[in-house]
Each structure stands twice: as C-alpha cells, then as structure tokens.
C-alpha cells in the first residue's frame, strides 16, 4: 500500500466511519464505539511507514479540493505530524472503546460516536495538512465538533452554556487563524505550509500582524491565560470527549501551531511572549487546580496548567522537552479523566469531600491511576519526571524569573496531584455502599496509557523513541532522555520541588482556605459573563430603539410614504390612446378580481387557499397571453405544488379565526392598500412609455452564439445569469433542509398540548 | 389593455398589503402569496410593455419580447414558493407550540425571551445523566466554593 494513499485514508476514513456511525449506533448501542474505532486503523497503520527515509522526505498527498483557485488538501507526514496523528489515533482507538463502557442504554450513540469520529478526522487532517487553507478549515472543524460534544447532553442548560462558551473563544481564535494564514499566504508567497519563504515573511510588512494573530488562535485553542476560561466549562461533555479533546489532543492544536511556526518566532521579541504566558498559565492553572473539590474540574484546570508548561518550552525553543511532555501529559492526562469517569460511574459522586479509601473497593483503577498521577507530580520513575527534569535544564538558562514560576507552579502540581489520589486513601467513604471494581471493557482501555506513564519513566528510550520521531520535523537533535544524568541543578530543584510540594498538600486545607479569602470578586468567567450580556443588552436595546412596534405598524409606516406618492401623482400618466381589450385578457381580469375579494372575504382555510389559487391560476393565463411560455409553465407547476404542499399541512392548520382590527385601523389600512395599489397602477403606466435602450438585444443575439439555446429566458437563467441561479437553488436547498426539520420536529412533538390542539376534521 | 393589466396588478398589491397587515398568520401568508403576484405582473408589463410580439424562443419568427423581465419573474416564482412554503410550516409549528395563531402574540409569546442565564460553574461541572441527582450542591464539608448557579434541571434529561 503505497504510503500517500494511507496518509489520505488515515484522514478520510474517520469522515467515513461518522456517516456510518448513526446507523450502526441504532442496531448495536454502544458496542458501535468497539467497530468504530477501527476507522483510526488507517492512521495506526502509519506506523508501518516509519524509517530513516523519513526524515530525508517527508510522506505526502494531494486531493484536489477546488483545483481551479490552487485549494487542494495537501497532507505532509514529517516525524512530528506523524507522531501526533500516532497519539490522535491510539488515544482516540482507545476513547471510542472506553465509550463503549461509559454510555449507558439511553445514551444516543449513533450521534456521539459520529461527532468523535469527525473530531477524529479532523484532528487528523489538522495536524497532517501541508496546505494552509486546509488546515485552518480542520482547524475550525474541530471547533464544531468539540461544540457538538460539550453539549452532547443538549437539554441541560450548564451543558449549552459550556458548549456556546467553548465554541466564542475558540472561533474566535479561528477566525483569528484565518486572517493570519492569508497574511502568511501573501508574505510567504506559497500556500503550502512546507513551500512558505520565511525569509520574505520575516522581511515583510504582515510579520508582526500575522504573528499576532497566530498566536492569538493558538492562545485560544490551548486554553492559555486570559482564555483558560472556556476549558473547565467544557467538562459538562461526557467524560471520554473530556479524556480525549480536553486534554490529550484538540487543546494542544494550539502547541502543534506554535511548534509548526516555530522557526517563524525564534529569537524574536514572540519568543519570550509565549515563554511568559505559557509559565504564568502554568502556574495559574495550578494554583486554581489545588482548591478544587470536583475530580473533573481539578483535572481541567491541571490540563490548563500543563498546556501552559508544553506552550512555555516551544515558545521559548526548547522543542525536545515540550514534545517530551506533551507526550507524557497526552497519556497520563488521557488516563486520569478515565480514572475519573470510573469513580463517577462506581460511585455515583466525583466530590473529593466525600469520597476517600476507594482502594480497597477499586484496587485495580488505583493500580491504573497511580502511575499517571505520579506521573503528573514530577516523581520518579515516572515519565513526568523525565519531561519536568528537562524542563527545570531549560528554564534555568531563561534566568530566575522563569525557574521561580516553573518551580512554583510544580510545587503546586505536585501538591494536586497528591490530592487527587487522596480519593483512594484514608477510611473508606463513597455514596453508593455497594461499590464495585469496574468492569474489563471499562478498565482496559486505560491499562496501555498508565502503564505507558510507567515505562516512559523506568524505560526512557520509548520516550526517546517518539521524541527522535519529531527531532527531524521540529529541527532538534535526537537525544537519548535518561532518567537519572546525574547530580545537576535540575534535580536539586526537583527533590525541593516534591519537600515542598508534599508540604503543601499536608498543608492544604489552610491554603485553600487562604486561597477563598483572596478570590477577587471578578475572574476571566465574570468578565466573560459581563461581555457576552452586556453585547446581548445592546442588540437588545438597539432592536428595541429602532423595531420596537409591532410588525404591521412596521410596515405601516414603510408604506404610508409610498402611497402618499402614488395618491399625489393619481392619473397623470394616463396614456393617450387605448388599444380595446380582447376577450380572454377580460377573462383572465375577472378570474383575477374574483380571486382577490374571495382571498379577503373568505371565512374558512379552505376557500382562502382556493382563491388564492384562482389568482394564481388567472396569472398562469395572463402568462400565456403575454407571451412568457416558460412562466407560464413554472407558474402552473409551482400552483400545483403550493395546493400539494396546503393540503399536507392542512389539517394542522389553525382554523381561520379573525382577530379583527380595530374600526380605526381597518380603515386606515383600507386606505393605505388602495394608496399603494395607486402607486403601483401610476408607476405601470409612467414605464409604459421607454426612457432609454433595453438590454435584450444584446441576449436576443448571442443568445445561440454564446450559450447555444434558442430559448432565451432559459439561456439567461442557466447561462448569462447562471450565478444567480446557482444562488437560488442553495435557497431552495435550505428551505428544503428546514422544511423537513419542521416537520421532522413535528413530528416527534408527540404529547401534551400538541395534540389536544390539532383540529379533528381529518 | 394600457388600462386593464397595471390595474390587475394593481389589485393584487392592493389586496396583499391588506391581507399582509392582518393579525392572522394564514392571512398573512396568503397576502404575501398575493404580493407575488402582483410584484410578477407588474415586472413583466414594466419590462415588456403591453405590445404582443413573439415569445422568446429564437425557433419562431421575431421581432421578440424582452426576455430579460420573464427570465427575473422566472427565478421569482420559484423563490416565492419556497418562502410560502417554509413560511406555512413555520406557522403550523409556532401555532402548535405557541397555541396561536395571532401574528403579535407570536411575537411576544414568552417561549421567545431571551433566557435567564443559567451557567455553566466551572469549579463543579454537572454530574453524568445515568450517574443520578447532582449531589454536591446537599453541603461541602471542606468549605469549597459555594455551589454557584448548579442548574436543577439535571434530572430532565432521563
């Protein structure tokens, strides 16, 4: 199998599998997720392409997207994509299959397992497009799909709210994405990230701007101070999206962009930028993560805190140690919301205050969260350790604001991640009394990732192994990582950093307690909050200011100038000399008069609708005497379809009740209806006689010539205007698609006060 | 002729504006349908005036009428339709759901304020539906955050 049609299927496939995924979620529930997580066996398959050719030529493939503008998906493997995809694909394998155990009978699986496949896709393509255009176009696609995922369960309103929050920051950050990538196309002078002239961008003019922008989207989507703010209210999604897009991949497309552009920042003023803000959200997210009560919320602020960390080491080029704990967070990340989602399920609660000693009820999802969680504490022989000992060598070169934060923000993490294990020490205390150790299709999927937390510590070289993957794609050197290297500064600070840590969380309760006094009453949240309601209060206002009558007055007051107007100029343009009026335009006149005094006399649905058809029948005659053969036509069919549509909704129609105006108004809209029909009989007979030349001859001509159809109208629509009907029929598309909602809508509104309205006169 | 079409298609606008001021969603609708009508004729007797030439197909002898005002009517027609269509659902739903089918009411039926915010904490996300009650919000011993703005509405999702 030729390696660029594997790169294409890794990322197609999981689009595929999404279309499949609610017919098969219907017929098999959750064991679907089982079936489905096959999709990601393409990109898995990648791994068969590794080898020393890789890093002299990077795997590719091209689709032709829109070939006549240059848009094509151009995919690119270099080590570093290819790693990533490894992780997006085996974390996402193993999701679906913890799905499987997670959802209950209730659940929609079809839906879920389709929204976490196109995630998948798209989490694929982003990391692994070399075009621009495309990958902004994953970018905003895993947007919407951690949209969709956060308000999975769509009824509860902190769900909607966490879903409409994410999806502000991070579109946000899109469209941020999108203005930078033109930027770059125009500087760089290509639209493959791979071809992009970094001299000339740097040179150019859009450098600063472009940067910016860059990393505004990249701050955004790995949830980087002042940002943060959407990540914990993503935990409202069911626990296995917050295990796979909150924390071990969609929130680090934003280190994947940084690590990307990374020779774009280096050693620029951007640099120290992203250094600061990646260690102040660092040490920020920590200190939130500590005073956390709820599992989850204390996981998503960690996740928050160690994104910071990985952000700090790529700005500030030390790739090697950022990719080295952007592995290990992804892993032992990814098992710890598992771990979490276990607890919920066995227990029935996720509040630390009221769970402890779990270990002797749950002794193998201890077993499970033990390596992870050390892991995130820094301790050896763990692979967080590995990764922060790295990360203290770089940051004591940044000089001792850098360290002082690094050092802190680790104290911290490592006093969290004592509290999150504490769950499983001390007298056993949990709401449900029967606990019991989870099941095999639960607990399995979370062996591969705690036991990689495990051997990427006491067997560094399998670190090494993908960190050697992504060296020649980032531009570092491969280095073998070790465990111990020795007594050096880092080590020193690391031993200080668990002395300290392990005080603090001994201390905790008295430093959370110190925490709550110094809350201030307004956070990144509040400010949000105020934002957003603030933006709704002006909309409102504003509608209220300029719309605030009703819709009928509305109008009203649009048409009282108009029938002025044609009541001022009456008959003066009364034509000179008429032609007499033939028998069948006298025909079609009174059809149409009838048709109008029945529409406004008529007192039941049906005789409305049947003299509103006669007038549209008298216009489809009036067609034919003018002339116009294909309205005629078009007319007819689309009377026709109108009485089919009428009679499908008609027994749901509310019975035609008069809500009659007052005296005062009625007259006034007597007058007004004939004002207007004045303007219109005015203006008719004032165009009657040409003011200027008329284009037709121009289509009469070249009608046959250009577009080879001898009936004109025709040509126009599907030629000379076919723009404007390719514009139309999206129209019609989307009534069609809302039509059918509607009434899909309908029809599943099956109780209550539904029912009792509908008319009975089937 | 000159007199007869500007006045029929006088007539047509006269009767939609008044059916389209109507308090009745189904008049309303109609109105509009009416407007149509009206709006077409009016269209085709502004562009081709009322003198009878030969229809625009080139396979029969000219002098033609201007094909231009038919080919603009054409996509009329069919985008009306879709408006009427989309239009008459919408009224079956909201008269369904709102149980009226007075175009104010509608307008000001409560279902259609914005709602009170209810917010997502992110120090104590909601519980898994299948899991059961919210339970943190009884009390926290280790005097946590308070349990902000918890929506109640947990349960509605069984």
Same mark, same amino acid.
């Given at each position: ?188 002078g290509s639209t493959q990230l791979s071809l992009l002239d970094i001299e000339s961008i740097r040179q150019s003019a859009y450098f600063i701007p472009a940067v910016t922008l860059l990393l505004l989207a990249a701050f955004s989507k790995s949830a980087q101070l002042p940002f943060h703010l959407w990540l914990p209210t993503a935990m409202e999604a069911p626990t296995p999206v917050s295990a796979y897009l909150h924390s071990a991949t969609m929130v680090k497309a934003g280190l994947v962009l940084v690590a990307k552009f990374g020779w774009l920042f280096a050693d620029t003023a951007f640099a120290s930028i992203i250094l600061y803000v990646g260690l102040l959200t660092l040490f920020w997210g920590a200190y939130l993560a500590l005073r956390q009560q709820d599992l989850k919320a204390l996981l998503a602020y960690s996740t928050v805190s160690q994104l910071g960390l990985i952000m700090s080491l790529y700005g500030a080029g030390y790739p090697l140690a950022a990719t080295a704990h952007l592995l290990n967070q992804a892993t032992f990340k990814a098992a710890l919301f598992m771990v979490v989602g276990i ?420 | ?50 003198? %009878?030439?030969? !229809?625009? $197909? &080139?396979?029969? =002898? /000219?002098? +033609?009428? *201007? @094909? ?38 509608? %307008?000001?039926? !409560?279902? $259609? &304020?914005?709602? =009170? /915010?209810? +917010?997502? *904490? @992110? ?36």
């Amino acid at each position: 199998m030729s390696a660029s049609f594997l790169l294409l299927a890794a990322v197609l496939t999981p689009f595929g599998a999404a279309i499949l995924a609610p017919f098969l979620g219907s017929s098999l529930k959750a064991r679907a997720g089982l079936l489905l997580a096959l999709a990601f066996a393409p990109a898995l398959a990648l791994l068969t392409q590794l080898g020393p050719a890789l890093a002299e030529e990077p795997l590719s493939a091209t689709l032709a997207w829109v070939p006549a503008i240059g848009l094509e998906i151009a995919l690119r493997a270099d080590g570093f994509s290819l790693m990533f995809a490894l992780i997006v694909a085996g974390i996402g394998f193993l999701v679906m299959a913890y799905a499987t155990a997670y959802l209950g009978a209730q659940e929609r699986h079809g839906r879920f397992y389709s929204y976490l496949l196109i995630f998948g896709g798209a989490m694929l393509g982003l990391v692994l497009a070399d075009n621009l255009i495309a990958l902004f176009a994953f970018w905003e696609l895993t947007s919407i799909s951690s949209f969709l995922l956060i308000g999975f369960w769509d009824s509860r309103k902190a769900s909607q709210d966490g879903a409409v929050k994410a999806l502000l920051v991070t579109a946000f950050g899109g469209l941020a994405l999108l203005v930078a990538v033109i930027l770059l196309i125009l500087a760089g002078g290509s639209t493959q990230l791979s071809l992009l002239d970094i001299e000339s961008i740097r040179q150019s003019a859009y450098f600063i701007p472009a940067v910016t922008l860059l990393l505004l989207a990249a701050f955004s989507k790995s949830a980087q101070l002042p940002f943060h703010l959407w990540l914990p209210t993503a935990m409202e999604a069911p626990t296995p999206v917050s295990a796979y897009l909150h924390s071990a991949t969609m929130v680090k497309a934003g280190l994947v962009l940084v690590a990307k552009f990374g020779w774009l920042f280096a050693d620029t003023a951007f640099a120290s930028i992203i250094l600061y803000v990646g260690l102040l959200t660092l040490f920020w997210g920590a200190y939130l993560a500590l005073r956390q009560q709820d599992l989850k919320a204390l996981l998503a602020y960690s996740t928050v805190s160690q994104l910071g960390l990985i952000m700090s080491l790529y700005g500030a080029g030390y790739p090697l140690a950022a990719t080295a704990h952007l592995l290990n967070q992804a892993t032992f990340k990814a098992a710890l919301f598992m771990v979490v989602g276990i607890i919920d399920h066995e227990t029935g609660s996720r509040n630390l205050s009221r769970l402890s000693g779990l270990w002797r009820k749950l002794p193998l999802t201890f077993a499970l969260a033990l390596p992870a969680a050390l892991s995130m504490a820094g301790l050896p022989p763990f692979g967080g350790f590995v990764s922060k000992e790295l990360f203290y060598e770089d940051m004591l070169y940044k000089g001792w604001l850098p360290i002082t934060l690094a050092v802190t923000g680790s104290i911290i993490t490592f006093a969290y991640s004592f509290k999150f294990l504490s769950v499983f020490f001390g007298p056993l205390r949990s709401e449900n009394p029967k606990v019991h150790e989870a099941s095999l299709s639960f607990w399995w999927p979370v062996l591969p990732l705690s036991l990689a937390a495990l051997l990427f510590g006491i067997y560094p070289l399998t670190l090494s192994w993908f960190t050697n993957l992504a060296a020649p794609g980032l531009g570092f050197e491969a280095e073998p990582l070790k465990l111990y290297k020795g007594l050096n500064l880092a080590l020193i600070l690391s031993v200080l950093t668990w002395v300290l840590g392990l005080a603090l969380y001994l201390l905790r309760t008295r430093f959370i307690a110190w925490q709550q006094a110094l809350t201030p009453s307004w956070n990144a949240n509040t400010v949000f909050y105020a934002l957003s309601a603030g933006l709704e209060r002006l909309a409102q206002g504003l509608t209220k200011r300029t719309q605030g009558a009703s819709f009928a007055t509305h109008l009203r007051l649009i048409w009282l100038p108009f029938a002025l107007a044609g009541l001022a100029v009456g008959g003066w343009f009364l034509p000179a000399k008429l032609t007499p009026v033939s028998l069948s335009f006298a025909v079609a006149a009174l059809m149409i008069l009838a048709g109008s005094l029945g529409v406004l006399l008529a007192r039941s649905r049906l005789s409305a609708l049947l003299f509103m058809g006669l007038a549209g029948f008298s216009s489809v005659l009036l067609f034919v005497l003018l002339r116009a053969p294909d309205l005629a036509l078009t007319q007819l069919l689309i009377e026709a379809v109108t009485v089919i549509l009428f009679l499908s909704v008609f027994r749901y129609l509310p019975v035609l009740k008069r809500h009659h105006r007052r005296r005062s108004v009625a007259i006034f809209d007597i007058i007004l209806s004939l004002g207007v029909g004045t303007t219109v009989f005015a203006a008719l007979l004032a165009v009657q006689t040409p003011i200027g030349e008329r284009i037709k001859d121009y289509f009469l001509e070249f009608s046959e010539e250009l577009a080879g159809g001898s009936n004109v109208v025709n040509v126009i629509l599907v030629d000379f205007r076919g723009y404007d009907t390719m514009g139309e029929i999206t129209v019609l598309a989307l009534v069609g698609f809302s039509v059918y909602a509607l009434l899909r809508l309908r029809a599943r509104a099956s109780s209550g006060k539904i029912e009792e309205e509908r008319p009975d006169d089937d | 002729m000159e007199l007869l079409l500007p006045f029929l298609a006088a007539v047509l606008i006269a009767t939609g504006v008044y059916l389209v001021l109507s308090k009745t969603m189904i008049r309303l609708i109609i109105g509009l349908s009416m407007l149509a009508y009206g709006a077409n004729l009016s269209i085709l007797l502004a562009g081709s005036g009322t003198e %009878l030439a030969a !229809p625009p $197909l &080139l396979t029969v =002898e /000219g002098p +033609y009428v *201007d @094909p231009l005002p038919q080919a603009l009517i054409l996509t009329a027609i069919v985008i009306g339709f879709g408006t009427t269509a989309l239009l008459m659902v919408l009224a079956v739903r909201a008269y369904q759901a709102a149980g009226t089918d007075h175009v104010q009411e509608l %307008l000001d039926h !409560p279902d $259609l &304020l914005p709602p =009170e /915010g209810v +917010y997502a *904490d @992110p120090e104590h996300p909601s519980v898994s539906p299948e899991i059961g009650p919210d339970t943190n919000n009884i009390n926290a011993d280790e005097g946590a955050a308070s349990n902000g703005a918890e929506s109640k509405a947990e349960e509605e999702k069984a």
